[in-house]
């Protein structure tokens, strides 16, 4: 299996903070890569797809990025609807792999 | 966007079979979707178990592989999932979603939560 690791498990930060979360897989996926946020007691949500792509209707403020063997999801701006945790999937290889999530907090 | 709605016992048995049904609204589950279960667990986070195409083509977990059931029900438009010999280690939410090839998981249900205890 293809393990995704994420870093940091968790970061405090503050309305209007940039936060940046970082992924990378144990193996190459190219740019098949999503991101997901999920708040306390619902499902995921998906953010973005291949690596940089945004889902319809998710605000630009979120943005993804590949760099070598990193991913890293931005929010460019934190707003107070922000703060959930976030995880990343690898969309390359069978069996579907997600990593442990990055909890975003209020600082 | 289709709404996935799960249903299904709440505990279950150790040993015994975990049954549940994901019911389709808004789409038909005959639509070009990978219909997919996923589970997440305090333990071990988001777990992909098993996905179906309408046509019937399945792709399994290894690791649950040889426990795991996937299938539609097109005339109930619904998706179903049965794991067998199930231990507490199951004990998870448990969320039906479409899979778009190259996407990702678009589309969730909100979630059953299943506790394995006796």
């Known amino acids: 299996d293809i393990q995704m690791t994420q870093s940091p498990s968790s970061v405090s930060a503050s309305v209007g903070d940039r936060v940046t979360i970082t992924c990378r897989a144990s193996?190459?996926?190219?740019?098949?890569l999503a991101w997901y946020q999920q708040k306390p007691g619902t499902a995921p949500k998906l953010l973005i797809y291949d690596a940089s792509s945004l889902q319809n209707g998710v605000p630009s403020r979120f943005s993804g990025m590949k760099s070598g063997a990193d991913f890293t999801l931005t929010i460019s701006s934190l707003q107070p609807e922000d703060f959930a945790t976030y995880f990343c999937q690898q969309a390359s290889r069978f069996p579907w792999t997600f990593g442990q999530g990055t909890k975003v907090e209020i600082k | 966007q289709v709404q996935l709605q799960e249903s299904g016992p709440g505990l279950v048995k150790p040993s015994g079979t975990l049954s549940l049904t994901c019911a389709v609204s808004?789409?038909?589950?005959?639509?070009?979707?990978?219909w997919s279960w996923v589970r997440q667990s305090p333990g071990k986070g988001l777990e992909w178990i098993a996905e179906i195409y309408h046509s019937g083509t399945t792709n399994y977990n290894p690791s649950l592989e040889s426990r795991v059931t996937i299938s539609v029900d097109k005339s109930r438009n619904q998706l179903s999932l049965k794991m067998t010999s199930v231990t507490a280690a199951d004990t998870a939410v448990y969320y039906c979603?479409?899979?778009?090839?190259?996407?990702?998981?678009?589309?969730w249900g909100q979630g059953t939560l299943v506790t394995v205890s006796s």
């Open positions: 193996e190459g996926i190219s740019t098949w």
């Open positions: 808004g789409g038909s589950i005959s639509s070009s979707n990978w």
């Open positions: 979603a479409t899979y778009q090839a190259l996407l990702g998981f678009d589309s």
